[in-house]
């Protein structure tokens, strides 16, 4: 069964460092989202992206954060300055074609810890 | 008023029991209300998901009832296994970002 793929499984990073979260969606989806969850609450909405733009984005997705897909498999997750509360799980999700978008595949997150 | 609100905050139930998970919302114009699980350390699997045209859907065990007027949906468990003992989020969206609840973690006894 596809799956979302995600790398690395933990990372641990100093403040300010910049840290670059990967995904490999399912192969024939077209959205492509990031989420986080801090540890022991919620899973927050980060950003949507379509066709090489983002389509949407929160409050939490500053100027800190970017997206990108660099090829036609990767999508990728960059924090510039990371600050100690940018220390949560961070999921990738990709969904199918746009009639269907809200069905979203979770990839099994990356542990950021900023130290 | 983009929030949803989950309730319970966690659930013990005995094995072949029924667990019941309810969630409300606000915003009248959301339109898809998924039921996500999550294990530890994976990320949220769909369970189940309901569109407000329909008031109850049932795939197996995992039935979502949903009330329009009240803003409110609900998963039910029937016949709890110790297997489904997971972390259930409910959620709902109107365009692709999903807003989900603050989880309720059930644990199944044998």
């Known amino acids: 069964e596809p799956e979302v793929t995600q790398t690395p499984s933990h990372q641990v990073t100093q403040m300010g460092q910049e840290v670059i979260l990967r995904c490999v969606p399912i192969s024939n989806h077209l959205y492509f989202y990031w989420y986080r969850q801090i540890l022991g609450q919620k899973v927050e909405f980060l950003v949507s992206?379509?066709?090489?733009?983002?389509?949407?984005k929160s409050e939490i997705f500053d100027d800190q954060f970017s997206v990108e897909r660099p090829d036609g498999s990767n999508f990728t997750l960059k924090i510039r300055s990371t600050k100690l509360e940018d220390s949560a799980m961070y999921f990738c999700?990709?969904?199918?074609?746009?009639?269907?978008?809200?069905?979203?595949?979770f990839g099994p997150g990356t542990r950021l810890t900023v130290l | 008023q983009q929030q949803v609100k989950q309730s319970p905050q966690s659930l013990i139930v005995q094995k072949g029991g029924i667990s019941i998970i309810n969630c409300a919302y606000e915003n009248t114009a959301f339109d898809y209300f998924p039921w996500y699980q999550q294990f530890p350390g994976k990320g949220p699997a769909l369970l189940i998901a309901?569109?407000?045209?329909?008031s109850e859907k049932k795939e197996g065990r995992f039935t979502i009832s949903f009330n329009k007027s009240a803003k409110q949906f609900s998963l039910h468990i029937m016949d709890s296994q110790p297997g489904d003992s997971a972390t259930y989020f409910c959620a709902a969206s109107n365009t692709d970002k999903l807003i989900f609840g603050t989880g309720t973690r059930l644990q199944v006894f044998p």
């Open positions: 309901i569109r407000p045209d329909v």
């Open positions: 999700a990709s969904s199918v074609v746009p009639w269907d978008f809200y069905e979203q595949f």
């Open positions: 992206f379509y066709n090489n733009e983002i389509s949407e």
